[in-house]
């Protein structure tokens, strides 16, 4: 049998083979960084640095301690306060001439509503003119009669008789101008009908050539809704917890702050069996939108002090996890989940009665980030 020496170029070929895939090896096991992923990060679960925050989005905010403790949010509707609601009537029965106004239109106090012939205005025009008449007689002859009563030339009694016929006629004159003054009475027999206030005319129920009399509906009615006030349902639940001096802010759907704000003046003894809750009555001051009528959402809160008062954060910062509702709490660099307890919301921003402390920084953005990321770890 033959035996064949190897070939020595063969050999030489293979070796050098052999030694360039070693050399890459040896590059590529040295370089990891070129052909693997971004390594995992390390440190505890939450941790970031700044950079890493800015690249998730994450905007910082410190809590604000909350001035009140919101007991809850309830619904509402805008009415109107009784005193704000004024009836203009007619001393005198008479016809309508002119109307001057229409529903819905604004006037002020003192302003022309209505002209209303009421031939009774003659009557007392004229009781008034002999009145006036009178009275100067009057006081001339309870002026002699005192003087002579002093001088014993008559008796007292007849002086006091004129003093007496002189103040009937003085009260005569006084009610009849007042009555006059009042109506708004011309020396035509007209009766001008005027706003006692300024306002909103909420009704007109007469037309021109309609009777208007002292018996009839009024012919107007004006509303001051610069005043408004709050009908408030309770909750059964916040039954117990809602008392009179409480505060009210206004939120009307689709605000991003309060309209306006007002007191707790009334709330009811009992619940409504069908709507099972409690009304309350509010006040409200001047509001920005509001409308008689208009439903609401309205926040009461406890004015009660430090003590009670519970913490604000944008409501962008509250998330739900794990059936309950969470902040991301950011110290010594890391973030933390942390439970906390949602009263309300108002204006962009959540008040939470426990939970967080004033001046404990929590994540406002970038929080579902947050939650995937600490999710994953």
Not at 12 to 36: E, H, I, K, N
Not at 113 to 125: K, S, Y
Not at 155 to 181: I, K, M, P, W, Y
Not at 281 to 299: D, E, F, H, M, N
């Amino acid at each position: 049998m033959t035996s064949h020496s190897p070939d020595p170029r063969a050999l030489a070929m293979a070796l050098a083979l052999l030694l360039v895939g070693g050399g890459a090896y040896w590059t590529l096991s040295s370089r990891p960084d070129q052909v693997q992923g971004p390594a995992p990060a390390s440190g505890p679960a939450g941790q970031l640095d700044a950079a890493q925050i800015q690249r998730l989005g994450i905007r910082l905010e410190p809590a604000r301690a909350a001035e009140s403790l919101p007991v809850g949010t309830v619904p509402g509707t805008v009415t109107l306060p009784p005193e704000a609601r004024v009836a203009v009537t007619s001393p005198f029965a008479g016809t309508a001439l002119r109307v001057l106004v229409t529903p819905g239109q604004q006037v002020t106090a003192g302003q022309a509503l209505a002209v209303v012939r009421a031939p009774e205005t003659i009557q007392f025009g004229a009781e008034l003119a002999r009145a006036e008449a009178d009275l100067a007689f009057a006081r001339n002859q309870a002026a002699r009669l005192d003087t002579l009563a002093r001088e014993g030339v008559i008796a007292g009694v007849r002086a006091d008789e004129a003093r007496a016929a002189l103040h009937r006629t003085e009260a005569t004159s006084r009610e009849n101008r007042r009555l006059l003054g009042l109506a708004g009475a011309g020396r035509d027999g007209t009766v001008t009908l005027r706003a006692p206030i300024a306002g909103r005319v909420a009704s007109v129920t007469i037309d021109p050539g309609a009777p208007v009399g002292t018996a009839s509906a009024a012919p107007f009615v004006i509303e001051n809704d610069a005043a408004l006030a709050l009908d408030l349902q309770i909750p059964e639940r916040l039954a117990a917890q809602v008392r009179p001096g409480m505060t009210v802010a206004v939120l009307p759907p689709g605000a991003t702050g309060p309209a306006g704000s007002g007191r707790i003046l009334s709330v009811s003894p009992s619940l409504d069996p069908q709507t099972r809750a409690v009304m309350a009555r509010a006040s409200l001051g001047a509001a920005v939108g509001l409308i008689p009528g208009k439903g609401v959402s309205a926040v009461i809160s406890d004015p009660a002090g430090p003590a009670r008062a519970g913490v604000s954060v944008p409501s962008g910062a509250v998330t739900r996890m794990d059936d309950a509702d969470q902040v991301f709490v950011h110290a010594a660099g890391r973030f933390a989940p942390r439970k906390v307890v949602v009263v309300a919301e108002s204006g962009g921003r959540t008040v939470l009665a426990s939970g967080l402390k004033p001046g404990e920084t929590v994540a406002v953005s970038g929080v579902a980030e947050l939650k995937s990321l600490l999710a994953g770890r």
